[in-house]
């Protein structure tokens, strides 16, 4: 459900909310909330609330550092886990200087702006996430260990699979939130788990993204354990990925579908620091079903993009290579203008690459192009790139840059 600035003052009211949590999150996506009392709400709405800046990574600057939270009505959910007598309700919001301009570190306001641009082009994009995450142990003092919470493997079952009721109560809880979780599973690693979210709109599915992790630490904390959603939590397991599903409307247009695959293609070296911000990033790539090379396959998990088998209006592209340390709004605003790209610019899309990149030798692979394989490399490729320059502000590939 979609509120209206006045629906949420009445829900406040009448549903005994006693704090209201206002959400952004830092340049490299890391989510950062403030908390206010019903009775600030009609200010909040109407001028903002201020906030100090300069202690937010990327957003630099003491001289200059007031910045001002709005509200968004429409994003207003309640935080299921807080009490049930004096409940707590959060809302995702917009940034500003005090002059009323926008703050152009707001990574979300950025994926609005690419969200319109496609919008006056005549598309829509949507998107899907799949997250993955480890769960392991707390030690006594209640800091995270290494030791995971179970040796289960891929699609195993309990009692071997000891995430389950983690997972149920963290898709009970996002059902609750208005947020739909399509299917979960335990992964490949021991303790390594996948919740996957139904197709939606770009902000919808960049929002929820945030709030998924959320409730997921939430939840393993609230169970005696540790979500970790690094791209490497242990160098001899698989890695955690962030595969993102990405379909182009109108629908039923195979050519524009390999248009926006072949513009994803084209631009991912120098999009690969924003999906990929860590050192411990690079750890992953080339090794289990985590893409090292640009290339694409129908149904083919060492490819970086990969055609799942699906018709009509479920036929989608998934990009393989983006792990859950991205800031999702990056992410998506850079899929939809590397989409848009390739359509306008009619890109053909290269043959498949229908073979196991995983076990080619290297003649086979000296006919791909490789990822950057570190984020010095990654940096180089975004510093270097127009297509960059044009979308994200400097100050942000700053940021991204001296990492």
Known sequence: MRYSNAEVMEYVREEDVKFIRIAFCDVFGRQKNISIMPEELPRAFEYGIAFDASAIAGFDGETRSDLLLHPDAETLTLLPWRPEHGKVVRMFAGITYPDGRPFECDTRSLLKKAVSDASRAGYTFRFGAEQEFYLFHLDEAGRPTSEPYDQAGYMDVAPEDRGENVRREVCLILEQMGIQPESSHH??????????????????????????????????????????????????????????????????????MNQMIAGILDKVPEMTLFLNPTENSYKRFGLSKAPGYVSWSHENRSQLIRIPAAIGEYRRAELRSPDPTANPYLVFSLLIYAGLYGIENQMPLPAPADINLFKADQKTLSNFKRLPDTLKAAAEAARDSEFIREHIPQTISDKYSHL
């Not at 390594?192 to 929002?207: G, V």
Request: glycine share 8%; proline share 6%; hydrophobic share 30%.
């Open 187 to 256: 992964e490949e690693g021991p303790g390594q788990n996948e919740i996957d979210f139904r197709y939606s709109d770009a902000l919808s599915a960049a929002d929820n993204a945030m709030t998924f992790q959320t409730v997921v630490k939430t939840v393993a904390r609230s169970n005696g354990l540790y979500a970790d959603f690094s791209a490497k939590p242990l160098d001899s397991k698989p890695g955690n990925g962030f595969h993102v599903n990405i379909s182009v409307e109108p629908s039923g247009n195979t050519e524009r």
